[in-house]
Nanobody
Framework: QVQLVESGGGLVQAGGSLRLSCVAT????????MSWHRQAPGKERELVAA????????RYADSVKGRFTISSDSAKRTLYLQMNKLLPDDTAVYYC??????WGQGTQVIVSS
């Protein structure tokens, strides 16, 4: 059974850092296009970062370029999102996604000013 489980969210002050993790089961991580998305209250879900199958090719939303880094560790079956220099506008529920169709349950990130 394909499953994605996120963790690592929390409350952090502006300027701080968090690292989100997404453990994937039921498939080989390096065979899937993986991505992180977020949804802030009252807003639509948006793509934050994506990484190609095998860990090649990454892309980022303009709003997080230079601050966030997406990476994967196939041996650990884990997708990561390192978030630095966090801003209050980064407050949202963050979701892991595989193939554009499979979602995790989300992890809440709150950035205080």
């Amino acid at each position: 059974q394909v499953q994605l489980v996120e963790s690592g969210g929390g409350l952090v002050q502006a300027g701080g850092s968090l690292r989100l993790s997404c453990v994937a089961t039921g498939f080989a991580l390096n065979t899937a296009l993986m991505s992180w998305h977020r949804q802030a209250p009252g807003k639509e879900r948006e793509l934050v970062a994506a990484i190609g199958a095998g860990g090649t090719h990454t892309r980022y939303a303009d709003s997080v370029k230079g601050r966030f880094t997406i990476s994967s560790d196939s041996a650990k079956r884990t997708l990561y999102l390192q978030m630095n220099k966090l801003l209050p506008d980064d407050t949202a529920v963050y979701y892991c996604n595989a193939w554009g169709s499979t979602w995790g349950q989300g992890t809440q990130v709150i950035v205080s000013s």
